[in-house]
């Protein structure tokens, strides 16, 4: 096993060991939290090395085990499932560190945020659809249970609501798989590939339409985000941070993958349906944003609408439209992870911190948030042209709009006017408890922040990865898009 190789197993070998091994250990004690989080770093440092490997070398692969591939559980990293593993680790790393500080209170907790990553990084770098239908259990499974920490009444509900969706999520899922391998007799990604391609369009079309309803229900889009509301609302600032910014992912990381990569054709026939699809989203999701109070419930439905902005990207297609998908669905994850941890706490530093993230949501330079809505700029007018590039050129602009006017709202609410009169109950119940959180999770929020400014002042390195992943597709990675 060479040394890429042994790299490759670490983001999902460190953090499934540490999960099962501090199952047993009571981790409310801050001791097995700091071990957590140390796992999770551990499984970051070797993806940032992973990330520069795939983009100056190529795709790494594995075959676990020396077994025939189709047998063992196959790994293969490239620029695109590195990228969306690297952004998902981070924020998750950040969520237990803000446990860790604010004090964890589910002995089970550190243990089911390694699980979620161990899921995440599997299924962002297998080479096998079953394998991925196994990560993606895996971590849907942890995150079910997640959603009901700290046990609240509305926290369960949310749980059980996720745990349904869960469900149904995977059963639809699970039929595509199967019929992809009874119509190509294989569950590798670049077997399926290539045979999907020689089959008739009409068999292969149906069961693309399967697996891309399966994202669609995981990305939380219009009309299948029923259930987002009311669990990210329900959830801890911590678990939302990373159902939002990092378990989303799968949605987009999937659309990406199947549907660009191994099903491009049948991609190419639901353009239309994508692209009406995304601009529902971020028109409801804005709509609805701007006409609530709390500040996890506007960003619950920001999180419909900034979605939209993905689907738009990946229906343009090309080097642009799917360049643009993956930048915004890194930007994306980060501005989420920074805005649902810093609602979960106050302080001059966090409000700053919520201002960055609010206003990267809404676009606004010199946040990272800018670079997103100026790559789906790019690939409206260089990818369509005429009134519909125009048309979307507008959209993107009235969703930026919204998102402003919905950020503003909250920052004045939760922190230009952070105390209630008691003249105006009704009106005050949406404003936060004057506690501040630990300086420790303070500093953490607004260090991930920083983050988001120091990209969209520094974009290059987020710009040529995105590229790269963009490439990898574009150049074939399983069957590659026309």
């Given at each position: 096993m060479s040394a890429e190789q042994i790299l490759l197993t670490l983001p999902v070998g460190v953090t499934w060991v540490l999960a099962v091994s501090l199952a047993l250990l009571d981790g409310r004690r801050w001791w097995v939290g700091s071990i957590a989080a140390l796992g999770l770093a551990v499984s970051l440092v070797s993806l940032f090395v992973l990330a520069f490997i795939v983009v100056r070398d190529g795709p790494v692969t594995l075959v676990a085990g020396g077994w025939e591939e189709g047998v063992g559980i196959a790994f293969r990293a490239d620029a695109l499932g590195v990228t969306f593993a690297l952004v998902s680790v981070t924020v998750i790393l950040a969520a237990m560190l803000y446990e860790v500080f604010v004090g964890v209170r589910w002995r089970a907790f550190p243990s089911l945020v390694l699980f979620v990553a161990a899921g995440l990084s599997g299924l962002f770098m297998t080479g096998d659809v079953f394998n991925f239908y196994v990560f993606f259990e895996i971590s849907m499974s942890a995150s079910f249970i997640l959603t009901g920490y700290r046990e609240e009444d509305y926290q369960v509900r949310g749980a059980f609501i996720f745990a349904v969706v869960n469900l149904l999520g995977s059963v639809i899922f699970l039929i595509g798989i199967a019929a992809l391998y009874t119509v190509t007799g294989s569950l590798d990604m670049q077997v399926i590939a290539e045979r999907t391609a020689l089959l008739e369009t009409g068999s292969v079309l149906v069961i693309a339409a399967v697996i891309f309803a399966a994202f669609f229900l995981k990305l939380g889009l219009f009309p299948f985000h029923f259930w987002l509301p009311a669990v990210y609302v329900g959830s801890h600032a911590s678990?939302?941070?990373?159902?939002?910014?990092?378990?989303?992912?799968?949605?987009?990381?999937?659309?990406?993958?199947?549907?660009?990569?191994?099903?491009?054709?049948?991609?190419?026939?639901?353009?239309?349906?994508?692209?009406?699809?995304?601009?529902?989203?971020?028109?409801?999701?804005?709509?609805?944003?701007?006409?609530?109070?709390?500040?996890?419930?506007?960003?619950?439905?920001?999180?419909?609408?900034?979605?939209?902005?993905?689907?738009?990207?990946?229906?343009?297609?090309?080097?642009?439209?799917?360049?643009?998908?993956?930048?915004?669905?890194?930007?994306?994850?980060?501005?989420?992870?920074?805005?649902?941890?810093?609602?979960?706490?106050?302080?001059?530093?966090?409000?700053?911190?919520?201002?960055?993230?609010?206003?990267?949501?809404?676009?606004?330079?010199?946040?990272?948030?800018?670079?997103?809505?100026?790559?789906?700029?790019?690939?409206?007018?260089?990818?369509?042209?005429?009134?519909?590039?125009?048309?979307?050129?507008?959209?993107?602009?009235?969703?930026?709009?919204?998102?402003?006017?919905?950020?503003?709202?909250?920052?004045?609410?939760?922190?230009?006017?952070?105390?209630?009169?008691?003249?105006?109950?009704?009106?005050?119940?949406?404003?936060?408890?004057?506690?501040?959180?630990?300086?420790?999770?303070?500093?953490?929020?607004?260090?991930?922040?920083?983050?988001?400014?120091?990209?969209?002042?520094?974009?290059?390195?987020?710009?040529?990865?995105?590229?790269?992943?963009?490439?990898?597709?574009?150049?074939?990675?399983?069957?590659?898009?026309?």
């Open positions: 678990v939302a941070a990373i159902l939002s910014g990092a378990l989303a992912n799968i949605g987009s990381y999937g659309l990406l993958r199947f549907g660009a990569d191994l099903l491009p054709r049948e991609l190419g026939i639901g353009t239309v349906v994508v692209m009406v699809l995304g601009a529902a989203s971020i028109i409801y999701g804005a709509l609805q944003a701007v006409s609530r109070r709390d500040a996890s419930e506007v960003m619950a439905y920001s999180a419909i609408g900034q979605v939209g902005y993905i689907l738009l990207a990946l229906a343009i297609g090309g080097p642009v439209g799917y360049t643009a998908a993956v930048l915004y669905s890194v930007v994306n994850s980060l501005n989420k992870g920074v805005v649902f941890l810093a609602a979960g706490i106050r302080g001059p530093l966090v409000g700053a911190a919520f201002v960055i993230g609010a206003f990267s949501i809404a676009g606004v330079p010199p946040a990272a948030g800018f670079l997103g809505k100026l790559a789906v700029f790019k690939a409206a007018i260089e990818g369509q042209g005429g009134l519909v590039g125009a048309g979307l050129v507008l959209l993107v602009f009235l969703g930026g709009a919204f998102s402003f006017l919905y950020s503003f709202q909250i920052y004045q609410r939760k922190y230009v006017r952070p105390g209630s009169s008691g003249k105006h109950p009704e009106r005050d119940a949406d404003l936060v408890p004057t506690k501040l959180g630990p300086p420790a999770a303070r500093y953490l929020v607004f260090g991930l922040a920083l983050v988001l400014l120091g990209l969209g002042l520094y974009p290059e390195p987020l710009v040529a990865v995105s590229q790269a992943a963009a490439d990898v597709i574009l150049s074939g990675g399983y069957g590659g898009a026309p």
